[in-house]
């Protein structure tokens, strides 16, 4: 056990200075998708995107729902002069309609629920967390789960996993909801006390991804229970999701999403 | 193709006269035979007595409807097609019923497609699972049912075990799959390859790659499309990783149960940066959007010095945590001896990946069946033979260091080469094949129609549903602790087996 020690602190201190730093950028990690321009585009590109991501209106304005946006990069291949990656983590919003870019004039602001946020305050430094996969393809129980290991460790900020529904203040749901999951998902949000968030991550607990017609009870987590906030993505990063998770807990104010 | 191995070639000419089939012309090396409905099931069991391994049965729609049982031998992919034209519903003589490995891939066909062998019987629905029934098989004084799941603690996909005990020993166990089925091998359907291998990266995110791979190299050889050496060796450069990733998680959680954190903590460290690897590579953690039909999409984006370097880091910090991971005790006593799975067993459930190289069974598809770059690299299959545990975590800290000298051999192979990215698809073409990779989990194959440029038809024979039905089988004088050992030593997905 000794060895074990003295190995854990030779390795120095490697955890991200992440909220109080920014995130890291130099990780080659691509996590969103920006609209360069938005003007003056043939109604066909919308068929570019295969998750119905893109839209076009008679007008030939582009507008991108990142809360579909699977990052597969097609848009990016066949219209470069519109879509880039972008190496930035942040995706997450407290509102569908706030993922949809590039927006117009300034969001008026949705009216915040009467929950963690502003509970916030009492419960800081203790936030208990409990995750349920209602059919996500297992990446995202991946970047979950690193949130807890060296890099990200998230109990420094006072987040715990809890087994317990009954003990958890904070509910990370993955996946569209198949239809076996969808009762599990009601009692488990039912038994967890009041204030309460949801967090949907990633793109298909956002709006259903990739899914095949008929499969899912519906079309992401919010056709099914009120969701706090959303973190598109496929997946999201651990980054990702953390900046979901203060959102949720109101650490943060919602950044404005670049265009 | 490459040439035939002997072996493969006398099973590819003798095979038809054996078994009363029509031999049918396929890319090497597979072997297409066709044989009626009534003699289907004859000619599989006749398969199974001459060695063969069972990998999946599922309904083609090309040349014709037709029933299709896979099966791996010395080197071949045989594919046993019995024409279904205009029967409904399908009909054949059960596989199923003195045939584990057949069991649950028989009940899919049985229960999502209606396909009705005669004889067939099963005790409980398999793709529609209802989290609340409890089944009780034991009965006694104190003997209780555990419900474990679908939703579980920490973070977990969702799947249910009904662990039935008596207080101690796990008595029995049934592994309730299918919570999380997307319908996804309809969502191919009508895309263009290049287009749906977005859908294959996203059936099971930890093997990200191995799918992309699988259903790539699949398109390519019903299209007779040779994808350019340096996509395959960009291709084996991912594959490794992605396997070292999903080995290191299967080490770090095993740690986990023990209460290790140091253990935990320093594989999570090293998770993580082959994770941050195949971000600088590709932009994604998972690998993800490089893959294409044809070849990839881009060259690395990581310098080749620097990956190397990085590569080495990597292994001077896995042999000093492997040693101190098999010499802590209160580690390896949880392992040793937990989960004994016998060579038979295995073999009669058709297991793969590291769960069979663990029994001693020395089956790996980059060796049966080499492909792509594999058929440049030398490989050494690891196996153990304890059956246990710890043998299966054994063959993955193996395969890790494998891994590595597999990824050394490929960039010394990528510094000399050219950069041509992917051989074009040609326009409206249509053909079938069968594509295949060894994912972290155990062999992948998959099976993929196109008809004038799009795909008409997909079938995925994932590792992790093949591999599921051998849990129950896993418990054979354990006791209820030692569950979260033995299900971390298996590192499946339910992603994967659900789809």
């Not at chain 1, 987590?221 to 598109?232: A, C, G, K, N, T």
Request: with cysteine; hydrophobic share 40%; net charge negative.
């Amino acid at each position: 056990m000794l060895r074990w020690l003295f190995r854990g602190l030779g390795q120095g201190r490697i955890t991200t200075g992440y909220p109080r730093e920014g995130a890291p950028s130099d990780d080659g990690f691509s996590g969103r998708i920006l609209v360069l321009d938005a003007i003056g585009a043939d109604r066909d590109l919308a068929q570019v995107c295969p998750t119905g991501a893109i839209s076009v209106d008679p007008e030939g304005r582009v507008a991108l729902d990142r809360g579909r946006c699977i990052l597969c990069g097609e848009c990016v291949r066949t219209a470069p002069t519109r879509f880039a990656f972008a190496a930035r983590h942040e995706t997450a919003a407290r509102s569908r309609s706030a993922l949809v870019v590039p927006r117009e004039g300034i969001d008026e602001e949705e009216p915040a629920r009467a929950t963690l946020g502003e509970l916030a305050p009492a419960l800081r430094r203790s936030i208990h967390v409990r995750h349920i996969d209602c059919g996500s393809d297992g990446a995202e129980e991946w970047e979950i789960q690193a949130l807890w290991n060296p890099y990200y460790d998230i109990q420094r900020l006072g987040f715990f996993l809890t087994p317990a529904p009954r003990h958890a203040d904070v509910l990370l749901v993955t996946g569209g909801v198949t239809a076996p999951m969808r009762t599990p998902l009601e009692r488990t949000w039912q038994v967890m006390p009041e204030p309460k968030a949801l967090v949907a991550v990633g793109t298909d607990a956002c709006s259903g991804g990739l899914a095949a017609d008929g499969e899912l009870v519906a079309g992401g987590v919010d056709q099914v229970l009120p969701v706090d906030v959303y973190v598109p993505g496929s997946p999201p990063s651990p980054i990702a999701i953390l900046h979901g998770l203060m959102l949720a807990v109101g650490l943060l104010t919602e950044r404005p999403v670049a265009a | 193709m490459s040439s035939l191995a002997p072996a493969t070639r006398r099973v590819r000419d003798g095979l038809p006269d054996h078994l009363g089939a029509t031999r049918e012309s396929g890319p090497d090396p597979e072997v297409r035979l066709r044989v009626t409905p009534l003699a289907f099931e004859r000619a599989a069991h006749l398969l199974r007595t001459a060695g063969a391994r069972f990998i999946t049965l599922f309904l083609a729609d090309t040349p014709e409807p037709s029933l299709v049982g896979a099966f791996a031998l010395r080197g071949a992919l045989v594919m046993l097609r019995a024409p279904t034209a205009g029967a409904d519903p399908v009909t054949y003589g059960s596989l199923s019923q003195n045939w584990p490995a057949t069991c649950w891939a028989e009940q899919e066909l049985v229960e999502r497609f209606g396909v009705r062998p005669v004889g067939f019987s099963a005790t409980r629905a398999l793709t529609r699972p209802d989290a609340d029934l409890i089944e009780r098989h034991v009965h006694g004084a104190d003997a209780f049912t555990i419900p474990y799941g679908p939703v579980r603690s920490g973070v977990f996909e969702a799947i249910q075990f009904q662990i039935e005990t008596g207080g101690e020993t796990v008595t029995s166990l049934q592994t309730r799959l299918f919570f999380k089925h997307r319908g996804l091998e309809r969502r191919f359907v009508g895309m263009t390859p290049d287009r749906a291998v977005h859908v294959a990266e996203r059936v099971a995110g930890i093997a990200s790659v191995a799918y992309a791979s699988a259903f790539s190299q699949a398109v390519e050889r019903a299209l007779d499309v040779t994808p350019t050496p340096n996509a395959e060796r960009w291709r084996a450069v991912y594959a490794e990783l992605e396997r070292m990733a999903g080995h290191l998680d299967v080490i770090a959680k095993e740690a986990e149960t023990t209460a290790l954190y140091v253990g935990l903590a320093r594989f999570q460290i090293l998770k993580e940066q082959v994770t941050r690897l195949k971000a600088r590579l590709t932009g994604s953690r998972f690998a993800r959007g490089v893959i294409v039909p044809g070849g990839v999409r881009f060259e690395g984006r990581m310098g080749l010095d620097d990956l190397c370097r990085a590569l080495d880091a990597l292994e001077h910090d896995l042999v000093r945590d492997r040693r101190l991971f098999v010499q802590t005790a209160s580690m390896t006593d949880r392992l040793i001896g937990a989960g004994f799975l016998s060579r038979d067993l295995v073999e009669e459930y058709a297991a793969v990946g590291p769960l069979a190289r663990g029994s001693g069974v020395s089956t790996d598809a980059r060796h049966e069946r080499p492909y792509g770059d594999y058929r440049r690299l030398g490989l050494q299959v690891v196996t153990h033979r304890e059956g246990d545990a710890m043998a299966r975590i054994n063959v993955r800290f193996g395969e890790l260091f494998e891994s590595l000298r597999i990824l050394r051999q490929a960039i010394d192979h990528l510094r000399r080469n050219d950069h041509d990215l992917a051989s074009p698809l040609p326009p409206a073409a249509s053909g079938a094949a069968f594509g295949w990779s060894e994912a972290p989990q155990g062999e992948l194959v998959v099976w993929a129609e196109v008809r004038d440029g799009l795909v008409h038809r997909v079938h995925l024979a994932s590792p992790s549903l093949r591999n599921w039905a051998l849990f129950d089988h896993a418990f054979p004088a354990d006791v209820l602790t030692d569950f979260a050992f033995i299900e971390h030593s298996f590192g499946l997905t339910p992603a994967g087996a659900d789809r």
